[in-house]
C-alpha cells in the first residue's frame, strides 16, 4: 500500500482537511502601533487655553451684535451639554448673518474638532486668521487649531510650525518705568 493511501486511512477527513488547511495559512501581518488619538475636548481646551494666555497689549473686540452673541451663548450651552451638532447648526446660522467673522468662524472651527472634522476645522480657522486680526486671543486660538489638527494628523513639523505662530500673536506692551 502506497505511503499516500496510509496515511489517508490514518486520519479522519475532517481532520486532515482541517490539518491541510491550517498548513495552508500564513500568519496575520503585524501592524505598526497606531498613535493614540488626541481627545477632541483636549484639543479645543488647549485651543481656548491658548486663547486665555493670550495677554497682548493689544485684543482685537468687534462690536458685539445682539442676534449674533445670543448664537453664540446658545452654541456654546450645546457645546457645553456635547451637543455638537445643534452648536454647529447655531453657528451656522450665525455665519450666514455675519459670514466674514473672524470669532465666528473659529468659534465653528472648535466645534468642527469636537465633530471630528479636521478639514473643515483648518479651513474655517485658516479663514479667521486670513480675515483677523493677526494679533491678540483670537489670533492664538487660530493658530493653536492649526496646531492641534497637525498633531493630530501626524505632522510633528507642522505643529511646530504652527505652535511658532502661536508666539507671534503676542505684542509686548512698552516698559514704562
Same mark, same amino acid.
Given at each position: 500500500?502506497?505511503?499516500?493511501?496510509?496515511?489517508?486511512?490514518?486520519?479522519?477527513?475532517?481532520?486532515?482537511?482541517?490539518?491541510?488547511?491550517?498548513?495552508?495559512?500564513?500568519?496575520?501581518?503585524?501592524?505598526?502601533?497606531?498613535? !493614540?488619538?488626541?481627545?477632541?475636548?483636549?484639543?479645543?481646551?488647549?485651543?481656548?487655553?491658548? &486663547?486665555?494666555?493670550?495677554?497682548?497689549?493689544?485684543?482685537?473686540?468687534?462690536?458685539?451684535?445682539?442676534?449674533?452673541?445670543?448664537?453664540?451663548?446658545?452654541?456654546?450651552?450645546?457645546?457645553?451639554?456635547?451637543?455638537?451638532?445643534?452648536?454647529?447648526?447655531?453657528?451656522?446660522?450665525?455665519?450666514?448673518?455675519? !459670514?466674514?467673522?473672524?470669532?465666528?468662524?473659529?468659534?465653528?472651527?472648535?466645534?468642527?474638532?469636537?465633530?471630528?472634522?479636521?478639514?473643515?476645522?483648518?479651513?474655517?480657522?485658516?479663514?479667521?486668521?486670513?480675515?483677523?486680526?493677526?494679533? &491678540?486671543?483670537?489670533?492664538?486660538?487660530?493658530?493653536?487649531?492649526?496646531?492641534?489638527?497637525?498633531?493630530?494628523?501626524?505632522?510633528?513639523? &507642522?505643529?511646530?510650525?504652527?505652535?511658532?505662530?502661536?508666539?507671534?500673536?503676542?505684542?509686548? &506692551?512698552?516698559?514704562?518705568?
Amino acid at each position: 500500500m502506497s505511503l499516500v493511501r496510509r496515511f489517508l486511512r490514518a486520519w479522519p477527513l475532517p481532520l486532515l482537511a482541517a490539518a491541510l488547511l491550517a498548513a495552508c495559512t500564513t500568519p496575520a501581518p503585524v501592524e505598526a502601533p497606531k498613535r !493614540p488619538a488626541l481627545a477632541p475636548a483636549s484639543m479645543v481646551a488647549a485651543i481656548r487655553a491658548a &486663547g486665555e494666555r493670550e495677554q497682548s497689549v493689544i485684543a482685537v473686540q468687534p462690536l458685539a451684535d445682539p442676534g449674533i452673541s445670543a448664537w453664540q451663548s446658545a452654541a456654546e450651552a450645546d457645546v457645553q451639554a456635547g451637543h455638537y451638532d445643534a452648536a454647529a447648526s447655531k453657528l451656522d446660522q450665525a455665519l450666514k448673518r455675519s !459670514p466674514e467673522s473672524p470669532d465666528l468662524l473659529q468659534d465653528r472651527a472648535e466645534v468642527a474638532v469636537y465633530q471630528h472634522d479636521y478639514a473643515l476645522a483648518q479651513k474655517l480657522a485658516q479663514q479667521s486668521w486670513t480675515l483677523g486680526p493677526k494679533l &491678540g486671543p483670537l489670533c492664538a486660538r487660530n493658530w493653536e487649531t492649526l496646531a492641534q489638527l497637525r498633531r493630530e494628523a501626524g505632522d510633528a513639523a &507642522g505643529a511646530a510650525t504652527a505652535q511658532k505662530w502661536v508666539a507671534k500673536c503676542h505684542v509686548q &506692551g512698552v516698559n514704562r518705568y
